[in-house]
């Protein structure tokens, strides 16, 4: 399986006070130490990146850049610029990650004119939803290669320690994904506890991490912390 590290968390540290750390040296740790991604978020509420950021970090990733997006012409135009390996449409947030999945259903047409523009640029199309098997089967009609899960509600019920509802949606939605031929990503609060479980479910292909390994880092150290995430959605 797949790790890709969100560094918009990290962003956030540099955008509080001015210089440090550098987005950069940031990212190329995390792929030092085992990342097989690296994610930045953009959209009109985030102030911790720019365009600048995206291109230059974009220029010198030497593993995969996945850019998530809001459905909006100029983010658009700016995955076109830069053409990164993954494009992730997410609704428009003032969050440094989403909370809620894209409606797909209600959107389908405006989703698939918005991302041909991004793969006719080379780009792979994925798109941030809830595990519902009707938003699964519209990912599919609008012609997403991936599809990344929320695991919100998974991890709200893993807190109590009863989430096989919320377990057993994430399943199906992701064989329903795989039988369709798209690959699945997954996240959204995951950490070095609840992924333990989740990482049994067939057919996942992506973690898609930043918080957790952030704050793992305050403790251990960039390194250590991509390490030893790498090594938990692995296990088996």
Excluded: W
């Excluded at 797949?2 to 987005?23: F, H, Q």
């Excluded at 990212?27 to 978020?41: M, N």
């Excluded at 291109?55 to 996945?66: A, C, G, S």
């Excluded at 609060?189 to 898609?208: A, C, H, M, P, W």
Aim: hydrophobic share 35%; charged share 25%; with cysteine.
């Amino acid at each position: 399986m797949l790790l890709n590290v969100n560094i918009n968390y990290l962003a956030n540290l540099r955008s509080s006070i001015g210089a440090e750390p550098d987005i950069l040296t940031c990212a190329r740790r995390c792929e030092h130490s085992g990342a097989d991604g690296i994610i930045l978020y953009i959209s009109d509420d985030i102030k911790c990146l720019n365009n600048y950021d995206i291109k230059y970090i974009r220029k010198h990733l030497r593993t995969r850049f996945i850019l998530k997006i809001p459905m909006l012409e100029k983010y658009r135009q700016l995955a076109s610029d830069c053409k990164p390996d993954i494009v992730c449409l997410v609704p428009e947030t003032n969050e440094p990650s989403p909370s809620t999945g894209v409606n797909v259903i209600r959107n389908q047409t405006e989703i698939n004119n918005f991302m041909i523009h991004v793969m006719y640029e080379g780009s792979m199309s994925c798109v941030f939803i809830e595990p519902k098997l009707e938003q699964v089967n519209s990912a599919y009609k609008a012609g997403m290669h991936y599809v990344e899960f929320n695991t919100k509600n998974y991890i709200e019920a893993f807190k109590t320690g009863n989430c096989d509802k919320e377990y057993n949606d994430l399943k199906e939605c992701t064989a329903l994904a795989n039988t369709l031929g798209m690959k699945v990503m997954i996240g959204k609060g995951l950490n070095y506890q609840n992924v333990t479980k989740i990482r049994e479910i067939k057919g996942i292909s992506d973690f898609n991490i930043g918080h957790s390994i952030t704050t793992k880092a305050i403790f251990t150290g960039l390194d250590n912390a991509v390490r030893e995430m790498k090594e938990l959605v692995n296990e088996r």
